[in-house]
């Protein structure tokens, strides 16, 4: 906004131009024709660039607004599909799970749909949200470790570090889920021993979670190896959305070890 002394010397711009160019007269000052002309040029210039300016900003703001608009319909929908491909996978690979069990032992196939019933409800109910409890995350990532191990043979050892108590936050939902998944799913052999480490954490406002497995080759006749990493390539999209700026997210499967390492932090202040 201007100031009332700034109007007043817009007023009197044609007295003190002649100020200016004339300090030694002291004389009363007339303003001239030439003055008067002069002086209804500026007023008319300013006016129009101050018109123009002010019609400028107001397109500007309702431009950006449109564009913020536009920017979240994007990222609702997007999100929205890309849960819509998570969950199917999910379901898929567990339901291969207790498909094998039940050829095996039909008292761990019940425990097995009892815990995927449970892991569902999570599915169906939080997913539709946009953001769920921490603790009910790390909760249902327990459930689909439990069912996993209940297929595994004694071959692999499942180290787990997940922290119990926690100050609550709010996360997006299932998004810890495909790094525990891709160990499962890429870090057992059949044929020797193997081991995955798991670790969750959640200290103030930051959640780590670090996940390690022995890479193994895939097995070409696994009804799994048509799903190249669905769930991880989704994974990282749906953060670079929710949480950008907000997350570091290393993977390293290029070492020595043959290990497949991710290490993901989410700032969720």
């Not at 040029?41 to 950006?64: E, M, P, R």
């Not at 609702?76 to 094998?100: C, G, M, R, V």
């Amino acid at each position: 906004m201007y100031s009332l002394e700034y109007f007043e010397n817009l007023i009197n711009l044609p007295e003190l131009m002649h100020r200016a160019f004339h300090p030694d007269d002291k004389s009363k000052f007339v303003p001239k024709d030439e003055f008067i002309n002069i002086f209804i040029l500026l007023v008319v210039f300013l006016s129009a660039g101050i018109s123009t300016s002010i019609a400028a900003v107001q397109k500007w703001q309702a431009d950006d607004v449109l564009r913020r608009e536009l920017d979240q319909q994007r990222i609702n929908s997007e999100l929205s599909y890309l849960k819509a491909q998570i969950n199917p996978h999910f379901f898929f690979n567990t339901l291969n799970n207790i498909y094998s069990l039940t050829n095996i032992d039909v008292e761990s196939a019940r425990i097995a749909l009892h815990k995927l019933s449970r892991m569902m409800r999570y599915v169906l109910y939080e997913t539709e949200k946009d953001k769920t409890l921490l603790s009910k995350e790390i909760g249902f990532i327990k459930d689909f470790i439990e069912l996993m191990k209940l297929r595994i043979s004694e071959k692999v050892h499942v180290n787990l570090d997940i922290q119990e108590k926690f100050e609550d936050r709010v996360i997006a939902p299932m998004l810890l889920l495909p790094f525990v998944e891709n160990c499962f799913k890429h870090g057992i052999s059949a044929k020797q021993p193997s081991s995955i480490f798991i670790k969750v954490a959640a200290n103030d406002k930051t959640l780590v979670m670090e996940t390690v497995n022995k890479i193994v080759p895939k097995n070409l006749n696994s009804p799994e190896s048509d799903h190249k990493g669905i769930g991880l390539t989704n994974t990282k999209r749906r953060l670079s959305l929710l949480y950008s700026n907000k997350h570091e997210l290393i993977i390293d499967d290029q070492n020595a070890e043959n290990e497949y390492r991710v290490k993901l932090k989410i700032n969720l202040a």
